[in-house]
């Protein structure tokens, strides 16, 4: 099991990420990040798939689809709920001696829909680590 954090929701929030794997080939994942004061509260929740396509000692490839629900707010409008969908390319390596911390890099398509008001938006991807995720594996 691997606890970490992830930038990756479309509404700018910080995630707190889990990644599970549930076989030498899947793994499940899940995404969660918050921000509440007096006025509202905006969150973003998704879950994550995983399918290793290539595997090495210190590095595999992967194919990765996130769903999440989020919150926006522009400025002072009211908050709306929309959507993200995410289909990626990444890789997680792990340095030599330190491989119970992974770092990730993908790249991919997404759709996403920023509220009732707004349309669709269909945008290419490339996340390093930083925003991709870094977990740490207990």
């Known amino acids: 099991m691997g606890v970490g954090m992830s930038n ?11 990644k599970v794997q549930q076989s030498k080939t899947m793994a499940l ?14 969150y973003g929740a998704g879950v994550k798939f995983y399918r290793i396509i290539f595997d090495e ?4 490839f ?7 629900s989020e919150n926006y707010q522009a400025g002072s409008a009211k908050v709306q709920t929309g959507y993200q969908v995410d289909g990626t390319l990444g890789t997680e390596f792990h340095f030599a001696g ?8 993908e790249t991919g ?13 269909f945008q290419t991807l490339g996340d390093s680590m930083l925003k991709a995720a870094v977990h740490f594996y207990l």
């Open 8 to 18: 990756q929701l479309a509404n700018g929030l910080p995630a707190i990420s889990l």
């Open 29 to 42: 994942g899940a995404v969660i990040g918050f921000q509440s004061n007096q006025n509202n509260t905006l």
């Open 57 to 60: 000692p210190q590095l595999n």
């Open 62 to 68: 992967y194919m990765a689809g996130l769903l999440a």
């Open 98 to 105: 330190l491989e119970s911390l992974g770092f990730s890099f």
């Open 109 to 121: 398509l997404s759709v996403r829909k920023a509220g009732q008001s707004s349309g669709s938006s």
